[in-house]
């Protein structure tokens, strides 16, 4: 059934905030999660609003958190999120790097006591808009393991960055260490569908195709040893620099009871004018991007993300009605 964004906007605020978030976490959470349902993405969209409430119910989140800056140092920013939800200490870390790559040339900004940080790349829209290249990562709740080992320790850690064009929309990119995001397991599992061998092993460490197995057990990280490499990188990055839990110290997400997670986020804004110039910066992106779009077949990263987003925001989204129902349901 199709819906207009603004109402599926209201919807979902209405229900974060009947179970208890505070006006502000509420909206910037729900502006989230209709945006990567918008984009394309659902298993980080609609399908993590029941999954949300109950964490706010359970404790598990902080519903009325205000996130605050724990430490800073020129270009350098610390964002205790309170344990509250991961969106709007997020957005105060882009802000606060946005501000200071335009003092210093290069900021990071990173969370700590964080929850679920969503679509990587939707942080990173305001730092194209500012005409900046961004980077973001984060940890979530161990379900891949370290290099030839069996016992989930390091989350699925996405990765994303930006890359704004003149004229053009950004060059987005957004992957999960994983072989696919964990989200797509929880879908599967709810639909009732199998899963591709080489996504997932069980608690015992076997391959399989039953997605309710993989969420029990591990992910395979894409890319096998390379991948779990570039994990372990992620996790490192966020935790060690903020005082983050580590994936294998938060319980799961998609269960309600379990601990505040206090995951973590670094995000790195770099201006393009403190290095070569932003005319250097503009010849080089537009070359290159050039030369992949000369062979037929090729998709700049993003492109289909951005796409799906304007049309929803201007035809509706659709959405299942079993979800729809659900977040109903809520309010």
Known sequence: MLHAYE??????????????ASPDQAQAT????VAAEASGLPSHGLSRVSMYVSHLLAGRVVGDAVPVIKNERAGAVLIDAENGFAFPACRMAIEQAIGRARQHGIAIAAVTNSHHFGMASYHLD???????????????????PAAGGKRAIFGTNPIAAIFPRSGHP???????????????????????ESIPLGWALDQDGNPTTDPQKGLEGSMLAIGGTKGAMLALVVELLVTSLTGAHFGAEADTFFKPEGNQPRLGQVFIVIDPGALGGQGVYSERVEALVSAMLADEGV???GQRRIQLLAAAQQA??????????AIRALC
């Open 316 to 325: 509706g989204v659709e959405v299942p009605a079993k979800t729809w129902d």
């Open 7 to 20: 109402e599926l906007h209201s919807l979902v605020k209405s229900a974060l905030t009947q179970a208890g």
């Open 126 to 144: 305001p730092v194209a808009e500012a005409g900046m290249v961004g980077i973001a990562c984060g940890n979530s709740p161990a379900a891949m």
């Open 170 to 192: 950004a060059v987005s990119v957004d992957l999960s260490l994983s072989e696919v995001a964990r989200g797509k397991l929880m879908v599967a599992a709810a639909k009732g």
């Open 30 to 33: 729900a502006q989230a999660l």
């Open 299 to 301: 998709r700049l990263p």
